[in-house]
């Protein structure tokens, strides 16, 4: 895990150079040593701080507990409305009616990725990444989703350089990664699973923060913290 990016500048350029495909354009990258932390989640009526995967993720080389803990009062519930985004260990929140909805399996990645997690929005799709050096060589499996999404031609089938969540672990389950190599896509979906994207304004302070929304079309939404505040 010593070898993880922990810059957005050379995150974005890896991206560029490996992961993105022809025509393809990146527009939002969020993660590294300045923008990481825990979710909070609202799925079915039942609340939790941190959510914890609730679908099967890859098995990643990460410490999770490099996170700070929510604080108390978050971890309990005992705020209203968006009051939680004052907890700066907190990195986002999840809403869905199901656990098998979008949004939640977006935050399962996520949150099982911690620390070395990035948010990566192009004008194609929206993803969970991870620098290759932290997937599993022993025990990695291709996440389901990312299969099944596979088999049905959808975003794994992006033609130039755009690499699916099955080549990318399965590469490192072999044990070795293409040379130069440097990104692993968890999990992702097409631009055609997301109803609406919008940065919307959060929290009780004078200088409200910006926070990433995704609404996707089954009903679930997410809204991540982009560390932008605004008059």
């Keep these: 895990m010593s070898g993880a990016v922990?810059?957005?500048?050379?995150m974005r350029a890896i991206l560029?150079?490996?992961w993105v495909g022809e025509d393809e354009e990146l527009?939002?990258?969020?993660?590294?040593?300045?923008n990481v932390g825990h979710l909070g989640a609202t799925i079915g009526g039942h609340f939790a701080v941190p959510h914890q995967p609730l679908?099967?993720?890859?098995?990643?080389?990460?410490d999770v507990g490099?996170?700070?803990t929510p604080s108390r009062v978050v971890r309990e519930g005992a705020f209203n409305g968006d009051e939680w985004i004052h907890d700066p260990a907190l990195r986002g929140?999840?809403?869905?009616?199901?656990?098998?909805q979008l949004a939640v399996r977006f935050a399962d990645h996520l949150a099982a990725a911690g620390p070395e997690g990035w948010y990566v929005f192009t004008n194609r799709r929206f993803a969970v990444v991870v620098d290759s050096s932290v997937v599993s060589r022993t025990k990695?499996?291709?996440?389901q989703d990312a299969a099944a999404e596979r088999k049905r031609g959808g975003v794994g089938g992006l033609l130039g350089k755009a690499r699916s969540a099955l080549d990318a672990v399965a590469e490192v389950s072999t044990g070795f990664t293409k040379s130069g190599t440097r990104c692993a896509m968890l999990w992702e979906v097409s631009h055609d699973q997301v109803r609406n994207r919008e940065w919307v304004r959060r929290g009780r302070g004078t200088m409200p923060?910006?926070?990433d929304r995704v609404d996707f079309v089954d009903g679930s939404a997410l809204e991540i913290r982009l560390n932008l505040r605004m008059l």
Excluded: I
């Design 209 to 211: 923060e910006l926070f």
């Design 66 to 68: 490099l996170l700070a």
């Design 140 to 143: 990695a499996e291709p996440d």
């Design 27 to 34: 527009r939002t990258v969020a993660g590294g040593k300045d």
């Design 16 to 18: 560029e150079a490996e």
């Design 55 to 62: 679908g099967p993720v890859p098995e990643l080389d990460v």
């Design 6 to 10: 922990r810059s957005k500048k050379q």
């Design 93 to 100: 929140w999840v809403f869905a009616a199901s656990p098998d």
